[in-house]
């Protein structure tokens, strides 16, 4: 391989700059034109935004593919060469010049429903509305009954109330404000969840 | 091109490269196209050595606002349809790349160079043989159509 007069290194000088100095420019052009093209989505034919390659090789824009996706849900193929194709198992791209490194297929939308929102917002549009509320304030009324039977529970183990001041009647108080903190503890759990 | 939506900005492109490298006998009127972006005409050339040699055809597109995910509507039209066991006197035409086989990534073009070869791959002039029943009892767009493609080797 050494000895060979490498016509493909890389760096072997330009044949006669002077004779075909001209063409070799255009041809140059040309050149760039087609590397563009090669990154253009198979879908839009722009340069591929938030771009994905399939498994056979083929690139499109993540919205572009997701689109088809969705429209020919029966018979996923690939529409360049109509490989089996899904959203599993394409492979995002990540250039050098797209600062967040998020996965496309992470924006757009991509599961078409059963999907929870993200939580800013969401959870304080919806507080006072309709099924949420009712699911919240039962949640909480239910809770304190909870918490007087089990108190009752713990006095009925004992045949007498126990005296004022004395150890037993401090453990009691001492339990039940640890009760009462659990109670107001699950109550903001509740709250904020 | 800016403000287009998606589908207009994607027929601009392909209306600009078939301007600028147009398939051997295919030539699109582009002032219409122009007017209309979601609806062309072209000019189909019969290729010589074929059955259709001389020949000239008209092939109607048109667009949806979903296209290229939905298929373009595509018949020929105008004085001339061509004899074919695949197209019919009311120029429909029975592809399975316009309806069941449409891909995003196919584009006029390639409806172009698969019209053009289906043409020149016959090897005798006929109308399809329910031709007579189809025209009469056909939807008026051929997409509206359940084709059943069972000869492709014509
Ligand atoms: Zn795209
Ligand atoms: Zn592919």
Same mark, same amino acid.
């Given at each position: ?12 000088? !330009? ?22 093209? +090669?990154?253009?989505?198979?879908? %839009? ?7 994905? /390659? ?6 499109? %824009?993540?919205? %572009? &593919? ?14 360049? %060469? ?7 198992? /394409? ?12 996965? !496309?297929?992470? +924006?757009?939308? !991509? ?20 099924? +949420? ?6 949640? =909480? ?17 004992? !045949? ?14 001492? &339990? ?8 107001? =503890?699950?109550?903001?759990? &509740?709250?904020?969840? | 091109? #800016?403000? $287009? ?7 601009? @492109? ?5 301007? @600028? ?9 582009? *002032?219409? #196209? ?24 008209? $092939? ?34 029975? $592809?399975?790349? $316009? ?5 995003? #990534? ?25 031709? #007579? ?17 069972? *000869?492709?080797?014509?």
């Amino acid at each position: 391989m050494s000895t060979s007069a490498s016509p493909a290194e890389p760096s072997a000088s !330009p044949p006669e700059p002077s004779t075909s100095g001209n063409s070799s420019q255009k041809e140059g052009a040309g050149e760039e034109a087609r590397d563009d093209r +090669n990154f253009e989505c198979n879908i %839009c034919l722009d340069t591929a935004k938030n771009a994905v /390659v399939s498994m056979c090789g083929h690139l499109f %824009c993540w919205p %572009c &593919l997701h689109q088809w996706l969705e429209t020919a849900s029966a018979r996923q193929v690939c529409p360049v %060469c109509k490989a089996a194709i899904s959203r599993e198992k /394409v492979v995002p791209l990540y250039g050098r010049g797209s600062s967040d490194q998020q996965d !496309p297929r992470e +924006n757009s939308a !991509p599961r078409p429903s059963g999907q929870r929102t993200e939580p800013d917002g969401s959870l304080f549009n919806g507080f006072g509305l309709g099924d +949420n509320s009712f699911h919240l304030s039962f949640g =909480i009324g239910a809770f304190p009954f909870g918490f007087f039977t089990s108190t009752f529970n713990l006095g009925e183990t004992r !045949p007498s109330p126990a005296a004022m001041g004395t150890p037993q009647h401090l453990e009691e108080q001492f &339990l039940s404000k640890i009760f009462l903190w659990l109670a107001i =503890i699950f109550i903001a759990w &509740l709250l904020l969840a | 091109m #800016a403000g $287009l939506s998606p589908s207009e900005r994607r027929l601009q @492109k392909e209306l600009m490269s078939l301007m @600028k490298e147009p398939p051997p006998g295919v030539v699109v009127d582009v *002032d219409l #196209a122009e007017q209309n972006i979601l609806q062309w005409i072209i000019q189909m050339e019969g290729v010589s050595g074929t059955l259709y040699e001389g020949e000239q055809f008209q $092939l109607q597109f048109k667009f949806s606002r979903k296209y290229p995910f939905d298929s373009p509507e595509v018949t020929f039209i105008g004085a001339n349809i061509p004899v074919h066991p695949h197209v019919y006197s009311n120029g429909h035409i029975c $592809l399975s790349i $316009l309806t069941d086989d449409w891909s995003p #990534a196919l584009s006029v073009q390639s409806v172009c160079l698969s019209i053009v070869s289906m043409l020149s791959s016959c090897k005798e002039k006929k109308r399809p043989p329910d031709n #007579a029943f189809y025209v009469k009892t056909c939807n008026k767009n051929p997409k509206k159509t359940k084709w059943w493609y069972h *000869d492709d080797s014509v």
